[in-house]
């Protein structure tokens, strides 16, 4: 079997499981995977910057929540219907990617994670200012009456699994088309030595900054998702918390590969599910896995399956 | 169903046998009344509480929890209900929307709670409430958000237990400007628990011919307050203050400091030191000063045998602390209403003869059908009227003075003063 036929064998093979297990799981999990299915968007998006174009990020809520709202407050206060109120929060993530990008590609290491923090404490503080509009840190429900998209509804759990599994596939097999282009082996370059590749003639300005805003458009369009299927906006999720979360996730599941995001959503998602039902210091426990995670498998998990087993895993 | 009707091999062990057979001769002996008994559900009753275990709400969940556990225990002893004993399951939401609508999908799909109940964080109540909308489980909150009531959520989310900011802000207005003086500056935290403050506030003392002349916001991030005191305008009659957060300790010493001996009237929300200790060094000043109470924090010297049976189930002081630890100061004016909440429950499911999650939407009826709650051990915070059209209940607000480094409570507003126009009518929304 050639490689190519490989991957696509593995990742249509995930794609195939996740949608038999739709009509096999009890409520609970199918609820919970269509989450881990929006959030692992979100990281995959988030990986695309840090795990393949070498940029941290300390401030992809910000993203996030431009999806979350522009689609939020579309609908709340222009009564946009569902689908095009999803398009202005992609619109919405595109143009704060560009413009964040844009002044945050002037600096470059800590200094790129420092300002991308301030940007995400910028937008959340924006957010809780401009309350009248968004109800600041309480957030606002968004109907279920209008949660319709194409005619189908997305309250339903069987519906809303099968649109999350949908957006799952569309960043998964996007961001995996875009790693084997030219463009995304560029990225992979500037990752493992920036002066070489500007050496070679690329724009690496250029790249950078187009891995910016498809990173951020991607984790904008989970925001929008993630409203939509789930029915509320609010301010905590453009809080720093959920900027540090995706990097975790990606870091647990493998920074730099196609399924490790969607590896360490599930597990740290389990890790809290399960550990919360037993104990109160349930963050402890989680604190303990990742470390132990970090010390024995430092390239995450889908990393070391790389290492160890597949090494032909994008 | 039997072995003969279907293809599918039964199996049946020794012991499942035997407990059949043993039951089936113990029903057969006991009188007709105790067989009927035995013929409904043994099963316990599963309340779901959604607990801020974790984050920001972290202090008031302890307590939550302390005054849920303290009625269930008593509504068990006194038989249960529909005879039938209730069980809590807990889980921590991380006082986190996200978390909180993921906690009330696993009660309702995977421990399958009959309802769920106890978020007290507004932003955790709208995060969770469509789901419990969707998935049709009653969600029972004690929040005192005006969230419920504005018409924001759904049918299946109530607040029977607790009185909302909008009707409490209300309350006040008469006696601030009667007794403090007409023209208020207000000082509240930046974000929309602080909004609401300022646009019910203004709008009341406006219609009671008062003045609102200053309006300082507080961004949440701030940790010092100094720069915002010299602001207050000069002609204050009255400082309104209301805090939340790490900050509010710090906030109030320094509001001490700035003014002196020299202050305007002072009348704040018990928010801004709720769970906190009025005897802390540093609060010296705020003796003479007023405050706004759900639920009277010392005993007051015509205790009713309410609050006395509350404290007593509860373990609570005379001063509102553990029995155990009288440095451990509880939330007095929110947890009450859990253990309202828990005793409308009671009422609800046992007016819809509740038997399983079938009859959820019994329930539902059952307590918007529920008008009057008479002051009493189920509900000592005062005698409350419940208005099932908004899922709202209202009831009587306390004012109280810090004397002598206690709270007495001068004035009680009535519930007339609390009432405003309903904004919704959930009754109009299907089950």
């Not at chain 2, 909008?166 to 006040?172: F, G, I, P, R």
């Amino acid at each position: 079997m050639s490689e190519t036929a490989r991957i696509l064998a593995l990742h249509a093979g995930l794609v195939a499981l996740l949608l038999v297990l739709n009509f096999v799981l009890p409520a609970y999990p199918q609820g919970n995977l269509a989450r881990i299915m929006v959030l692992a968007s979100y990281a995959i998006g988030y990986n695309v910057l840090f795990g393949y174009t070498g940029l941290l990020s300390l401030g992809h809520a910000m993203f996030f929540a431009a999806g979350m709202y522009g689609m939020g407050l579309s609908m709340r206060h222009l009564g946009f219907p569902a689908g095009p109120a999803l398009l202005a929060g992609l619109g919405a993530g595109a143009a704060l990617s560009l413009v964040v990008g844009l002044l945050a590609l002037r600096t470059a290491g800590v200094a790129f994670m420092i300002v991308t923090l301030m940007f995400a404490q910028a937008v959340y503080l924006a957010i809780l200012l401009f309350g009248k509009y968004t109800r600041g840190d309480e957030g606002f429900v968004i109907p279920q009456a209008d949660r319709v998209l194409a005619g189908i509804d997305l309250s339903d759990p069987f519906n809303r699994y099968f649109v999350a599994l949908a957006l799952f596939s569309f960043c998964l097999f996007s961001v995996l088309w875009l790693i084997r282009r030219p463009a995304g082996r560029v990225l992979v370059a500037i990752r493992e030595n920036e002066e070489r590749a500007r050496l070679l003639g690329y724009d690496v300005f250029a790249h950078k900054l187009g891995a910016v805003v498809a990173s951020g458009t991607i984790s904008a369009l989970a925001g929008a998702f993630y409203g939509l299927l789930f029915g509320y906006a609010g301010a905590s999720f453009a809080a720093v918390q959920y900027s540090i979360l995706p990097l975790l996730w990606v870091l647990l599941g493998g920074a730099g590969t196609i399924i490790g995001p969607f590896i360490g959503t599930l597990f740290m998602f389990y890790l809290i599910d399960l550990t919360s039902g037993l104990t109160s210091a349930y963050m402890l426990i989680a604190g303990v896995a990742l470390v132990l995670l970090t010390l024995f498998a430092p390239q995450g998990l889908a990393g070391e399956l790389r290492k160890r087993l597949w090494r032909w895993l994008p | 169903m039997s072995a003969a009707d279907t293809s599918k091999p039964v199996s049946t062990s020794r012991r499942k046998a035997l407990k059949t057979l043993a039951a089936g001769a113990g029903a057969a002996a006991l009188p007709m009344w105790a067989r009927f008994a035995q013929a409904q559900s043994s099963e316990p009753i599963r309340i779901g509480f959604q607990k801020h275990a974790t984050g920001i709400g972290a202090a008031y969940g302890r307590w939550y929890d302390r005054t849920t556990q303290a009625a269930v225990k008593l509504i068990n002893e006194a038989g249960g209900i529909n005879g039938r004993p209730v069980e809590i399951i807990t889980e921590d939401d991380g006082t986190d929307p996200k978390r909180g609508a993921e906690v009330v999908e696993k009660f309702a799909t995977q421990y399958k709670t009959d309802i769920v109940f106890g978020t007290l964080f507004s932003h955790v109540v709208i995060g969770s409430a469509p789901r419990a909308g969707e998935l049709k489980i009653p969600y029972f909150v004690v929040s005192e958000g005006h969230h419920v009531a504005s018409g924001a959520l759904n049918r299946w989310t109530l607040q029977p237990g607790i009185t909302d900011v909008k009707s409490q802000v209300q309350a006040m207005a008469p006696f601030v400007k009667e007794n403090l003086g007409k023209k208020v500056t207000m000082i509240f935290p930046d974000f929309a628990f602080g909004h609401d403050h300022r646009d019910f506030f203004s709008a009341a003392m406006k219609a009671q011919g008062g003045e609102i002349v200053g309006l300082i916001a507080i961004p949440p991030t701030e940790t010092s307050f100094t720069r915002y005191f010299p602001k207050i305008p000069r002609e204050t009659e009255v400082i309104y203050h209301v805090m939340v957060g790490p900050g509010v300790l710090t906030f109030v010493k320094e509001m001490g400091e700035f003014f002196g001996p020299s202050s305007p009237e002072i009348f704040g929300f018990i928010d801004s030191l709720e769970a906190v200790d009025l005897n802390s060094p540093g609060l010296e000043f705020l003796d003479g000063t007023y405050f706004w109470e759900g639920y009277p924090r010392y005993v007051q010297p015509d205790q009713t045998p309410y609050d006395r049976f509350y404290r007593a189930a509860v373990g609570l002081d005379e001063n509102g602390a553990a029995l155990e630890d009288p440095r451990d100061v509880a939330t007095m004016a929110h947890m009450f209403g859990c253990w309202e909440t828990l005793h409308v429950i009671k009422q609800g499911m046992e007016a819809a003869d509740y038997q399983g999650p079938a009859d959820r939407a019994r329930l539902i009826e059952a307590v918007e059908a529920i008008t009057d709650m008479p002051h009493s051990n189920e509900h000592p915070q005062g005698a409350k009227l419940f208005n099932g059209r908004t899922h709202q209940v209202f009831g009587p607000q306390y004012i109280s003075k810090v004397t002598g480094g206690k709270l007495l409570v001068t004035h009680t507003a009535p519930i007339e003063d609390t009432l405003y126009p309903d904004e919704v009518d959930y009754t109009t929304q299907p089950l």
